[in-house]
Each structure stands twice: as C-alpha cells, then as structure tokens.
C-alpha cells in the first residue's frame, strides 16, 4: 500500500516556476515507477511526466518537454516535477501517481490504469 500526498501548487504568473512535491509513505515506493498527470477544468485527466524506480528512466508528454522536469529522491520517499516556462495551459490539478508494475514499455507511464495508487491533487494555476 502506498498513500500520496502532493504540494507545491499555487498561483503563478506565465512564464514563472513551480516545484510541485508527492510525499509517500508505504514500503513499497521505492519500487514503484511514479508518474504525474494533469487535469484542466472541462477537460479529461491527461500525462505529464513520469519516472522509473531507480530514476534512470524518464518519459514526457510532449507539451512539456523541455519546460518540466521529473526526479525522486527514494531516501525521502518522494518525487518531484520541477515545472518552468508555465503558460495559461498548464493551468490543471497535477496529481501524483505510483505503480508497482514491471514497465516493459516505456509508453506504459504514460497510461492511466498502468498505476495503482493517485494523491488527491495540487491544484496550479498560472495567469496571463
């Protein structure tokens, strides 16, 4: 069992910076692959980032490579999504997520049902 909690968000202005945080507790993180999706109002829950268990692999949705960046830290049980260059776009509740399925694909993290566990949600909103 892995419980997720995540922080960080807030409001920013466009072209500002976040570090949005998921705290986990449960034995089992440090073998899980982590991942962190989005969700804008009227719109379905999408991928954002996502990071294998050692941290050696990671995988990006295409709207936001370059500007965010995904990391764990597995001695604090936590991962991270560093997030730049924010735009009116980014506006979402990000939320947290953790698998404890083998990744045989890469493109596995990019899938909803690949994880088991999800946080409540940090909600971030950037303004133009």
């Known amino acids: 069992q892995v419980q997720l909690v995540e922080s960080g968000g807030g409001l920013v202005q466009a072209g500002g910076s976040l570090r949005l945080s998921c705290a986990a507790s449960?034995?089992?993180?440090?073998?899980?692959?982590m991942g962190w999706f989005r969700q804008a109002p009227g719109k379905e829950r999408d991928f954002v980032a996502a990071?294998?268990?050692?941290?050696?692999?990671?995988y990006y949705a295409d709207s936001v490579k370059g500007r965010f960046s995904i990391s764990r830290d597995n001695r604090k049980n936590a991962v991270y999504l560093q997030l730049n260059s924010l735009n009116s776009e980014d506006t979402a509740v990000y939320y947290c997520?953790?698998?404890?399925?083998?990744?045989?694909?890469?493109?596995?993290?990019?899938?909803?049902?690949?994880?088991?566990?999800w946080g409540q949600g940090t909600q971030v909103t950037v303004s133009s």
């Open positions: 449960g034995r089992t993180f440090s073998n899980s692959a």
């Open positions: 990071i294998s268990w050692t941290g050696t692999t990671t």
């Open positions: 997520a953790a698998s404890r399925q083998r990744i045989e694909l890469v493109q596995q993290l990019a899938i909803e049902d690949f994880y088991d566990y």
